[in-house]
């Protein structure tokens, strides 16, 4: 089961991942979901950290990404190149952040350029929302380089 | 002494500036210098984590702008509006991200607006440096509320 793999993997190399107790929830072709308690994501005014905000929707891309390449047996670096953020509404409960699935297309050439290039980037949404409302929209560009390639 | 001073109230309202070790090392007509260590901000390739980065750096125009207004002060509710990120180069060490101190005319359009309007918004940048050599690059709209008015 790919969720908890990455979770496994996440917990045990990114020290943060484990203080702001994130967790990929589900992994399915309409894209992947984190969530993350308040309490230890918490900033001075009891909502959800700037920061913390940040690094789940951060997470959520690369984890699209990591469990796409994973679905494929396909071996490569990721890195995140730029992001944007803007803070809509403050996140006064549990942070579910919502990476959406590409389309198919775009997932198609995406792996089509790490075939023939060895590598490929890609920008992903994603949005940590509440009861329906959007609290946090979120884009970044991705990389994935093949071993023995630079990146793009 | 400021810099003390806030970062005993990160440290006791922010359980991720905990976890990160991150400290404001400097402020003065410069800017302000937040730094953490490397360990319990890794990835899961010996560097620095982009949630990590993108938190201090958010971080560091916060602090700015926490520390004039309580050089001034001025009491206001600070908010993070929006922020973009390229991540250049990976950071292999300790992190130290700087928030240079805006313009004399800008810092004084902020206050003017705070105390004229009730409330002020703008952007600052930010960057990770290490050796000499830009590794991360931040821009951070920031907004500032006397307590009674509304967002921006």
């Known amino acids: 089961m790919p969720a908890a793999e990455i979770n496994a993997y996440l917990t045990h190399h990114v020290p943060l991942v484990r203080a702001m107790n994130v967790r990929?929830?589900?992994?399915?072709?309409?894209?992947?979901?984190?969530?993350?308690?308040?309490?230890?994501?918490?900033?001075?005014?009891?909502?959800?950290?700037?920061?913390?905000?940040?690094?789940?929707?951060?997470?959520?891309?690369?984890?699209?990404?990591?469990?796409?390449?994973?679905?494929?047996?396909?071996?490569?670096?990721?890195v995140i190149a730029e992001s944007a953020i803007q803070y809509h509404k403050p996140v006064h409960e549990r942070i579910t952040a919502i990476c959406p699935m590409p389309e198919v297309a775009a997932v198609e050439g995406f792996f089509n350029s790490l075939r023939d290039r060895g590598k490929a980037s890609w920008v992903l949404n994603a949005e940590v929302k509440t009861g329906g409302e959007t609290n946090v929209t979120f884009r970044g560009r991705y990389a994935a380089i093949r071993p023995g390639n630079i990146l793009p």
């Open 24 to 78: 990929v929830s589900s992994f399915d072709a309409r894209g992947v979901t984190l969530s993350a308690p308040l309490a230890p994501n918490v900033n001075d005014k009891g909502t959800a950290f700037g920061g913390a905000l940040a690094s789940i929707l951060s997470l959520s891309g690369w984890a699209l990404c990591y469990l796409l390449l994973e679905e494929r047996s396909v071996e490569a670096d990721l």
